[in-house]
């Protein structure tokens, strides 16, 4: 026999940690603050020890608290992702794709209604993430382009989807201040400047370098006329066109691509499907130089 407190005190217990606040617990678990407030008693009781301290108009966790939280929070974790496993496959094939945020929000996202109209039947479970997510996570397929951290199998089984052509972009009214300005870089792909330039023959020398985690952060700068960002050509398709950003020095084809890096060897049979929509609906927009 388990020698364990009643569910309900441990997710009042979740609920009030994460949150710092019984009020907010409350909200969260449909509950009424004495209702929550009440379960807290009841798992220190059956504890025997206190777990929170006040804290101004909240609560926080004390030592013992603390160390109870952090097996709490990694059981309901897995909890929670297994949970979710068992209802994708009650709701039949699905396939987990990963990739960035900023080809998620730019390009994958708005296409998928597409994919769709062609295969209702199958549903694609999104994240956003790197290499780490498929060993972690289970992704079936990871895209990206960039392939230099990842280990040599996944490499070695890396599909070609599309070819990619990377540009500096600013504001119109930063061209001036491009080749001697701020230049934006990415934090985990540091190397695209350099294989522009080597691509291009051209070089920017800038004054200082900001950088940002995510892509959609350049872009975001550039926009703002903080300085001259290093981009794909489809993620800011609309912002040429627009004329909110300018390409001085065109753009170049980087060696590899976009690739869709599969799990496993063989593909399943909805991820085949998938690639090759893949395939099919990026190469609708070839990009320029």
């Avoid at 496959?89 to 990739?99: N, T, W």
């Avoid at 945020?101 to 597409?114: E, Q």
């Avoid at 956003?128 to 079936?140: K, L, P």
């Amino acid at each position: 026999m388990r020698t364990l407190p009643p569910m309900s005190t441990l997710r009042a217990f979740e609920a009030t940690a994460r949150t710092g606040s019984i009020t907010r617990a409350a909200e969260e678990l449909c509950r009424t603050h004495g209702a929550v407030s009440r379960q807290l008693r009841l798992l220190q009781e059956h504890a025997g020890t206190t777990l929170f301290e006040k804290d101004g108009t909240g609560v926080r966790l004390n030592e013992r608290g603390q160390g109870m939280y952090d097996v709490v929070r990694a059981v309901f974790d897995q909890l929670e992702q297994s949970y979710s496993r068992l209802q994708d496959q009650a709701r039949g094939p699905s396939l987990h794709v990963a990739c960035s945020a900023t080809f998620a929000m730019r390009w994958l996202v708005p296409n998928m209604v597409d994919f769709y109209r062609l295969r209702p039947d199958i549903r694609i479970r999104l994240s956003m993430t790197s290499a780490r997510e498929m060993r972690t996570e289970g992704a079936d397929v990871v895209i990206a382009w960039d392939l230099s951290a990842y280990p040599e199998p996944d490499r070695q089984r890396a599909l070609h989807l599309a070819p990619v052509a990377f540009g500096p972009v600013c504001a119109p009214s930063y061209a001036a201040s491009v080749r001697s300005g701020v230049r934006i870089a990415h934090d985990f792909t540091s190397s695209a400047w350099d294989q522009w330039e080597a691509l291009s023959g051209k070089r920017i020398a800038p004054a200082r370098e900001l950088t940002f985690p995510h892509t959609h952060l350049c872009i975001e700068a550039a926009l703002g006329g903080v300085g001259v960002a290093l981009i794909e050509q489809r993620l800011i398709r609309r912002e040429l066109e627009d004329g909110q950003l300018i390409a001085p020095y065109g753009f170049a084809r980087f060696s590899n691509g976009l690739m869709a890096v599969p799990a496993a060897r063989e593909l399943p049979k909805d991820a085949k499907v998938f690639v090759g929509w893949l395939r099919d609906k990026l190469a609708e927009y070839e990009p320029g130089m």
